[in-house]
C-alpha cells in the first residue's frame, strides 16, 4: 500500500481511492500532490480535502471530481480537466449561473467573485 503525506505532515498508509471514477481519479492525486490533510477523529485518521471552487473542507465522501471545461462543451475526460468539488459546486453552479451556457468554472468564479463584490 502507497503511504501518503498529507500538508500538514502527517503521512499514513492507506490505499489508493478505490474505482475508476473522476471522484477516484481526482481524489488519488491530491494523495499523491499532497493537497490534503490528515484529521485525528474519534473514528480514526481521515484525509481532508478542499473543494478547488469554494473552498470548503470536505471529506472522500463529501468530494466529487468536476470538469473544468465541461464535458457538454467539448471537455475532456482527462485528468487536466478534472479538479476536486464539493457536491455543492458541482451539482448546482449550472442553475445557479443561469444554466449550463456558462462554458468554464472561470467562468463561474468571476461570476461569483463580482456578486460578493471582489
Known sequence: ??????????TKIIPDYPGNSFRA??????Y????????QG???WVAIFTCH???QECFSNGVEGDHNIMQAQGGA???WNLNLSCTTCN???????????QNTRGAHERARANQ???
Open 25 to 30: 481519479a481526482c481524489i488519488n492525486r491530491a
Open 53 to 55: 471552487f469554494c473552498h
Open 77 to 79: 475526460d482527462a485528468l
Open 116 to 118: 460578493i463584490g471582489h
Open 1 to 10: 500500500m502507497p503511504e501518503y503525506t498529507g500538508s500538514n505532515g502527517v
Open 42 to 44: 474519534p473514528m480514526g
Open 32 to 39: 499523491r500532490r499532497g493537497e490534503f490533510y490528515w484529521h
Open 91 to 101: 451539482k448546482g453552479w449550472a442553475a445557479r449561473m443561469g444554466g449550463p451556457s
